[in-house]
């Protein structure tokens, strides 16, 4: 599926806009305008209802009579249970084939409301207007929908693409500073995988609502835009994006069910990313200069503490459930150098044990 940013820079276009800047939604206004859809579901969260609700009606005129689903935001909702009670409502609605959902909130919402659109009456348009920072540099671009499986992340899901995402950089002004700081993890990631050059600007960036975060969304959706083009069902160059996910998606998922001071996504990854860059020294050669310019930047951004050490089996255990595995054997993605990054490198109980020891040692 390609994909047409609007306002910061156009590719050919097989279905799809991202539209970045202050005047987004005067575009999504220009491209509502232009269909009829024969209803309008938006699905939202206790933040977004508050927060960002109010700016897209006044803004988007033909919302005015759409109905608004709120759901609760958070991974531990990203369940079927939320999922069939929007499907009724839906349904209670008369929601027909010629419906459009509109997601409005972060990456929860997103993969949520794109999975919900995509089977309900075998699928349903959507849009994304993303409001957090994760979901404007990475979860909202790209076609990956779902939820999560008995704890288990995105286990269930499809691939399929929305009719546009809209990207309004002033909804970053809403959020807690921690929600913004776990966003960033995956503009690092990005620069990590694909741009030294990147690299170089990103690893300097002091996390703050003021900041300017226009060109750091195009410059991340930039970079997952090209890889996505070229691997759109991820068979291959797109495993890239999963640096720092598969020891981050364990501990993610095992605080989530077993502690109630449990990891946002981005904290989580951030760990992963250290303890994969580790990885990446240990199997793809990654030097330690470079090891160490990683460790040192997420250690400027992220409140990084010790794990404990009794959990490192439960987090390698669930690691086995990982979607990148084949044949039973951990897979994951590791770079060679910043900026460049190989996937399918297979990682044993030992290996991924020694990773967890490492950032251990490292920040403690």
Excluded at 19 to 45: A, M, P, Q, R
Excluded at 215 to 230: A, G, M, P, T
Excluded at 254 to 262: I, P, R, T, V
Excluded at 277 to 283: A, C, P, Q, T, V
């Amino acid at each position: 599926m390609n994909l047409k940013l609007t306002l910061l820079l156009e590719v050919k276009s097989q279905g799809y806009s991202v539209v970045i800047g202050d005047d987004s939604l005067t575009h999504l206004n220009e491209f509502l305008n232009n269909k009829s859809y024969s209803k309008y579901f938006i699905i939202v969260d206790e933040n977004t209802i508050d927060h960002c609700l109010t700016t897209i009606l006044t803004n988007v005129d033909c919302l005015a009579e759409a109905e608004v689903i709120q759901t609760e935001s958070g991974e531990e909702n990203k369940t079927i249970e939320i999922v069939t009670q929007v499907w009724f409502t839906m349904s209670e609605a008369h929601a027909d084939r010629k419906a459009l959902v509109i997601n409005l909130g972060g990456g929860v919402i997103s993969d949520m409301g794109g999975f919900i659109a995509s089977t309900y009456k075998r699928g349903v348009d959507f849009i994304n207007i993303a409001t957090t920072l994760l979901s404007q540099v990475d979860a909202s671009v790209g076609g990956k929908l779902g939820i999560d499986l008995g704890g288990l992340k995105n286990q269930i899901g499809v691939f399929n693409f929305p009719q546009m995402v809209v990207i309004y950089p002033p909804f970053l002004k809403t959020l807690e500073f921690r929600q913004l700081r776990s966003g960033f993890a995956e503009v690092i990631k990005h620069a990590l995988i694909q741009d030294a050059d990147y690299w170089e600007e990103v690893k300097n960036i002091t996390v703050s609502g003021d900041y300017n975060w226009s060109k750091i969304i195009e410059r991340s959706v930039k970079i997952k835009n090209k890889v996505v083009l070229e691997d759109p069902l991820e068979k291959g160059l797109r495993k890239i994006l999963n640096y720092g996910h598969t020891i981050g998606h364990a501990i993610e998922t095992w605080h989530l069910e077993n502690d109630s001071d449990f990891f946002l996504h981005g904290e989580a990854i951030a760990i992963g990313m250290i303890a994969e860059g580790f990885l990446s020294k240990e199997k793809c050669g990654l030097s330690d200069s470079e090891l160490n310019q990683i460790v040192t930047a997420l250690k400027s951004v992220y409140d990084l503490k010790p794990l404990q050490k009794e959990n490192f089996e439960s987090y390698c255990s669930l690691m086995i459930h990982d979607k990148k595995n084949t044949d039973g054997n951990i897979s994951c993605s590791l770079l060679s150098n910043i900026g460049n990054c190989k996937w399918d490198i297979f990682a044993d109980k030992n290996d991924l044990l020694n990773a967890l020891a490492y950032y251990n040692k490292i920040v403690d």
